[in-house]
């Protein structure tokens, strides 16, 4: 039998963290492969007759984008290859012959912000030098990221609202007649990242129109805070106002990136001001959901949402050096309280989406541990190289013309319309947002729920 005091050491060892010092690159790499290891246990896709590149429920086919985007940016930061054949398969299978992400599966449901995170995964392994797809048939990444931006280019609409992406691709979906900021964000940084790979001018002057249109419409403020989107239908002037971290991520890290295209002072004070106004999403330097966590109301996808302003913060301090200095220590301080809350699971690996409360809350969630994943992993970003580019060494297979800007539209039986359940998706959910808000009596914000 035990004396107490052993109890107690066990409950000690229960609770350790996993071991992440900040100073020990070796350190990182190890616990970056735990966490990662942690949220593969929900893939089955590389699996005989399983479906390359899906989650199992409840997780929605974006965030499986996002994992692998997730990966490319581990193995690249850690050198550790262990997982890039199923990166490869999982891209390779969702984008399709045309290379736009656009699988007949999926497309019934497909919103503009959800292509948009698969082809982030395409433009990263474009811009790591991530190993080429080996198949003659299979479009390459840059080529992919380019069916994408000419699919979404095509659907730029200017009957409401003075332009914009609408959420939904198709008509049928609720969405449709959303206009949203990731939709549009996303949009924006992927033409800023074609413009600085392949030079070309005609990317560049889309970001322009879509960042113009972003602060003209209202979704971005003055002082460079995203609200969530509006509804087309009486012009987009009733915003959901709403405030995530990757909307501030998306594009914060398409400005660096178009400031460095340019060069320009304006790009230059566009970025400067996106980092000023992320600091709502900072508490004591550790970063946190603040439209979910405090009312503990984070849904399936937005609990992965930290690990994309942690992911572009850190390309943004390779983009724009100048921020190096204000960004590093606000990842370092995340990463930190990250991974403290990692002392779940068998190996300690298991994650908490609270990273301000250090502790971990008995989740085994993909996106919590891709938030941790990717926060955890950006701290190496001083030790990697920036973005190769077309005249950097990038060795990416593109098309400019590629991707089908009209494909056929997936068979609906006659009078359907699809209730999806906004909330769920990459985009955040209007549907619920009208229906009901919560104010946050302590802080005073107000916060669609
Ligand atoms: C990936 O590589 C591992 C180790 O070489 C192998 O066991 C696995 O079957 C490969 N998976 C795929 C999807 O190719
Ligand atoms: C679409 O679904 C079918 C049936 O489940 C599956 O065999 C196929 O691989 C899926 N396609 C994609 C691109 O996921
Ligand atoms: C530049 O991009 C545009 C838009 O996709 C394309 O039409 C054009 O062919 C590209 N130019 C070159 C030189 O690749
Ligand atoms: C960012 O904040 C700093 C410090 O408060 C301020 O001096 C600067 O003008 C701000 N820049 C922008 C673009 O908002
Ligand atoms: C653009 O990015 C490169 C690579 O990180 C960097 O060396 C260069 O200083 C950046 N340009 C500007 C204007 O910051």
Same mark, same amino acid.
């Given at each position: 039998?035990?004396?107490?005091? =052993? ?97 007949? +599966? ?67 979906? +609720? ?26 001018? #005609? ?93 503990? #109301? ?57 990273? #301000? ?32 580019? =077309? ?59």
């Amino acid at each position: 039998m035990l004396p107490p005091w =052993h109890f107690l050491l066990l409950l000690v060892v229960a609770v350790r963290a996993i071991d992440y010092d900040l100073d020990d690159p070796e350190s990182i790499k190890a616990a970056c492969k735990s966490i990662a290891h942690q949220m593969l246990t929900h893939y089955t896709g590389m699996n005989p007759g399983d479906n390359p590149g899906n989650l199992p429920d409840p997780y929605y086919w974006w965030e499986a984008g996002a994992m692998f985007n997730a990966l490319i940016e581990y193995w690249f930061t850690t050198g550790d290859t262990t997982w890039n054949n199923i990166t490869t398969q999982g891209i390779t299978w969702q984008a399709g012959p045309s290379g736009s992400f656009m699988p007949a +599966n999926q497309t019934r449901t497909e919103g503009n912000d959800d292509q948009g995170f698969w082809a982030f995964a395409a433009m990263s392994a474009a811009e790591r030098n991530f190993p080429n797809p080996t198949d003659p048939d299979t479009p390459g990444w840059l080529a992919m990221a380019q069916a994408v931006f000419n699919t979404q280019a095509a659907r730029w609409d200017p009957e409401t609202c003075g332009g914009g992406l609408r959420w939904q691709i198709f008509t049928w979906n +609720n969405g449709y007649n959303y206009k949203n900021t990731i939709s549009n964000g996303c949009f924006f940084n992927l033409a800023a990242r074609l413009a600085k790979y392949t030079g070309n001018q #005609t990317y560049a002057d889309w970001a322009t129109k879509v960042w113009d249109w972003t602060r003209e419409v209202g979704f971005m403020t003055d002082d460079y805070r995203f609200w969530d989107g509006a509804d087309d239908r009486n012009g987009c002037v009733d915003f959901n106002h709403i405030e995530w971290t990757y909307n501030t991520g998306v594009y914060l890290m398409g400005a660096a990136t178009m400031y460095n295209f340019t060069e320009s002072p304006d790009w230059k004070e566009h970025t400067q001001g996106i980092i000023n106004a992320s600091s709502v999403f900072f508490e004591d330097d550790v970063m946190y959901e603040r439209a979910c966590e405090p009312i503990d #109301t984070c849904e399936v996808d937005q609990r992965s949402f930290k690990g994309y302003l942690a992911r572009w913060m850190a390309a943004t301090t390779q983009m724009a050096p100048f921020t190096f200095d204000q960004v590093m220590p606000k990842l370092r301080a995340s990463a930190k309280a990250a991974a403290q809350t990692c002392t779940g699971g068998a190996g300690q690996a298991a994650c908490g989406l609270e990273w #301000t409360s250090r502790k971990w809350d008995g989740m085994d969630d993909v996106g919590i541990q891709l938030a941790a994943l990717e926060v955890m992993q950006s701290t190496l970003i001083p030790r990697v190289d920036p973005p190769v580019t =077309h005249d950097t060494g990038g060795t990416s297979q593109g098309n400019p013309g590629g991707g089908d800007p009209s494909p056929p539209p997936p068979p609906v039986p006659e009078g359907l319309r699809i209730e999806i359940d906004t909330a769920d998706r990459a985009g955040a959910g209007i549907l619920t947002a009208v229906m009901s808000f919560v104010l946050i009596g302590s802080t005073g914000w107000m916060v669609y729920e």
